[in-house]
Each structure stands twice: as C-alpha cells, then as structure tokens.
C-alpha cells in the first residue's frame, strides 16, 4: 500500500500539461518542454500525511515526443531498498494537453486534465477519482528543478511531496546555451 500512494504521488512529479492558444503560447510551451529534455535525478520527501517524513530518490530520462508539444519522462523511484518504475506522458490534444503518469486515473496511476506554461515555471492539475491536486514544477536553473505536489483538502491546497531534480546529463538543451 506503501510503494501504490508513494507512486502516485511521486509520480505526478513526472506528470506535465499546459494550455496555449497561439503561436507564442505554442514556442513558449516547446522551450520549457525542451529544457526538461535529459537525465535528472534528485531527492525528494513526502512532507504530509501518513508517510510524512518519508525520503526518496528519483531518476528520471526526459524525452519530447517528434515534433508534438509535450514530454514523457521515464525512469524509478527509490525508497530504501524498494524501486518502483515509473513513467509520465503528456501531450497536445486538441487546445490543451491530457497526460497519464503509469496507467492513468482508470488504472492506479493519474490523470493531468489541464495546465499552464508560464517562463521558466509550470502548473499542472491532477485528477484521480475524488483526489484533486496540483504540481509546480520550476526549473530555477539549467541544471536544477525544485517540484511540489499538493493535494486538495476542503478548499486548501495542502503540500505533500518536495523534490529538487539536478541535471546529470552534462547538457542543457532547448534555448539553454549548450555546456
């Protein structure tokens, strides 16, 4: 039961989405999609609930999909001696994107159901079943993502998981000078 919440709310870590109705918002959404291209790996800790305190470590391969706006990430997390896959799709639909992080709100994973790209920052919201949330994702450097899930509880957005990515890969990509 443990390693099922840990994943799904690790998990939305690798979850993105955004809305973008022109040509700016369109590039704007590539370039930041772009600069998550790579290999990440970083800390993270369930800071609420019943897993409260809860540390773990994730490694995760970013990829874009050809020439469609969006991204798949794909890799595990570790919580001691256990690793649990995981895997992250999204991609534009329509006038937005739709996502699934493992199998999706139908299976044991999540939905993304809508988004905002905004600079160097992205805001996602989650859906399974009841369980509504939101992930930021931020990437305060070339080499460096701090990301936060929260869960909705009543009216408040309460924050569950916190995790600071670092590039491994040597490269930054997208608009990022090349190292």
Do not use: H
């Amino acid at each position: 039961m443990k390693s099922a919440i840990l994943s799904a709310l690790v998990g939305t870590v690798a979850l993105g989405a955004a809305f973008g109705g022109d040509a700016n918002a369109n590039e704007r959404d590539r370039k930041f999609f772009q600069q998550v291209k790579g290999e990440w790996v970083g800390p993270g800790e369930i800071v609420a609930g019943k897993y409260k305190g809860t540390k773990f470590t994730c490694t995760f391969t970013g990829s874009t999909p050809g020439e469609q706006i969006g991204m798949t990430l794909d890799g595990s997390c570790r919580v001691g001696l256990f690793t649990q896959r995981m895997s992250a799709s999204v991609e534009r639909r329509g006038n937005g994107y739709r996502g699934t992080f493992m199998d999706g709100a139908d299976g044991k994973g999540l939905d993304v159901v809508s988004g905002n790209v905004n600079g160097s920052k992205v805001v996602f919201s989650l859906n399974r079943a009841s369980l509504n949330g939101a992930m930021i994702a931020r990437l305060s450097d070339e080499d460096s993502m701090t990301v936060t899930v929260s869960v909705r509880v009543e009216k408040q957005l309460v924050p569950v998981i916190g995790m600071n990515l670092k590039r491994v890969d040597g490269s930054a990509v997208g608009s990022v000078a090349q190292k």
